[in-house]
């Protein structure tokens, strides 16, 4: 009879390397939120992988870089603290980019940490073999991954390989969490997520960045539907009108396309209600907002 096997894992690396695409892969739902835009991750999302007898807990970080405002620094100590917490670290590099200023930079950084490193190339269905393979030896040169890894996680290739073998290598423990559990986020931080999925997907350039989502209300209601009330918060009166849009356009089409975000990640049907409020400082209740 096979023992009970439990392990953590961080999945690290710079911003938009597929670390949340990645997340979602392995867990087999989508827990964290996606977007073309970088530094859409701002706190640690958990995600738990099991097989018969093999519990991971998959530790998604935001992006590392070199952070320049107060919302980045947060952001990247919320990376770092997420890495700290750790038995084994998968690093995620795109492989369209290879081994940039902040992947060096990054790696640098995990001179220090205590971690048995994995390294996951991403991305390799949109690279040449040749690209792929004078990466590969980049890597292999470092001698710092005891494996490398080449995946797409957004088409799936590779990767039920690559989670097999995590399940082998997890050391002998304790389950943490229930087999059926896929993360241990709260349902308000999970639907206050999926919303700035589409602030991100929706909105054009810097807006995004500068603005934050809060779930007042979840509530089930008789017929067993979700009741959810959500603020946006924005810092600027002047961003206001645009997250509102023409006659309320764009909060339609933000709280539509939410709301059948949530009907499928809750699985049931979901009444969406959403608030745009004007608050120049709700970078100091990020931390809130995080874990609300």
């Given at each position: 009879?096979?023992?009970?096997?439990?392990?953590?894992?961080?999945?690290?690396?710079?911003?938009?390397?597929?670390?949340?695409?990645?997340?979602?892969?392995?867990?087999?739902?989508?827990?964290?939120?996606?977007?073309?835009?970088?530094?859409?991750?701002?706190?640690?999302?958990?995600?738990?992988?099991?097989?018969?007898?093999?519990?991971?807990?998959?530790?998604?970080?935001?992006?590392?870089?070199?952070?320049?405002?107060?919302?980045?620094?947060?952001?990247?100590?919320?990376?770092?603290?997420?890495?700290?917490?750790?038995?084994?670290?998968?690093?995620?590099?795109?492989?369209?980019?290879?081994?940039?200023?902040?992947?060096?930079?990054?790696?640098?950084?995990?001179?220090?940490?205590?971690?048995?490193?994995?390294?996951?190339?991403?991305?390799?269905?949109?690279?040449?073999?040749?690209?792929?393979?004078?990466?590969?030896?980049?890597?292999?040169?470092?001698?710092?991954?005891?494996?490398?890894?080449?995946?797409?996680?957004?088409?799936?290739?590779?990767?039920?390989?690559?989670?097999?073998?995590?399940?082998?290598?997890?050391?002998?423990?304790?389950?943490?969490?229930?087999?059926?559990?896929?993360?241990?986020?709260?349902?308000?931080?999970?639907?206050?997520?999926?919303?700035?999925?589409?602030?991100?997907?929706?909105?054009?350039?810097?807006?995004?960045?500068?603005?934050?989502?809060?779930?007042?209300?979840?509530?089930?209601?008789?017929?067993?539907?979700?009741?959810?009330?959500?603020?946006?918060?924005?810092?600027?009166?002047?961003?206001?009108?645009?997250?509102?849009?023409?006659?309320?356009?764009?909060?339609?089409?933000?709280?539509?396309?939410?709301?059948?975000?949530?009907?499928?990640?809750?699985?049931?049907?979901?009444?969406?209600?959403?608030?745009?409020?004007?608050?120049?400082?709700?970078l100091n209740d990020m931390d809130e907002l995080m874990i609300s």
């Amino acid at each position: 009879m096979q023992q009970h096997k439990f392990g953590t894992i961080a999945i690290i690396g710079c911003p938009n390397a597929g670390k949340s695409t990645l997340l979602n892969n392995l867990v087999g739902s989508k827990i964290s939120i996606v977007s073309p835009k970088v530094q859409t991750t701002r706190s640690i999302i958990r995600g738990i992988a099991c097989n018969d007898y093999s519990q991971i807990l998959f530790i998604d970080t935001p992006g590392i870089f070199a952070p320049k405002r107060d919302l980045e620094r947060k952001i990247v100590r919320t990376a770092w603290s997420g890495v700290r917490s750790a038995e084994f670290g998968l690093v995620v590099i795109d492989a369209t980019t290879g081994l940039n200023d902040e992947f060096n930079e990054l790696i640098k950084r995990m001179d220090n940490k205590d971690l048995t490193l994995y390294i996951a190339i991403n991305k390799i269905d949109i690279v040449t073999q040749t690209k792929l393979n004078d990466l590969t030896s980049q890597i292999e040169n470092l001698n710092i991954f005891k494996k490398i890894y080449k995946i797409s996680a957004l088409n799936n290739k590779n990767t039920q390989a690559m989670l097999g073998e995590f399940f082998e290598m997890m050391p002998e423990g304790e389950w943490q969490f229930e087999e059926d559990e896929l993360t241990d986020a709260p349902s308000k931080f999970i639907a206050a997520e999926a919303t700035r999925e589409q602030i991100f997907l929706l909105l054009e350039q810097e807006l995004p960045y500068s603005c934050g989502v809060e779930t007042e209300q979840f509530e089930e209601q008789e017929d067993g539907s979700l009741k959810i009330n959500q603020i946006i918060y924005v810092m600027k009166d002047s961003h206001k009108p645009i997250v509102i849009g023409n006659k309320g356009s764009m909060i339609k089409k933000i709280g539509t396309r939410a709301r059948m975000q949530l009907s499928k990640i809750f699985e049931r049907s979901v009444h969406l209600y959403l608030f745009v409020k004007v608050k120049d400082d709700w970078l100091n209740d990020m931390d809130e907002l995080m874990i609300s």
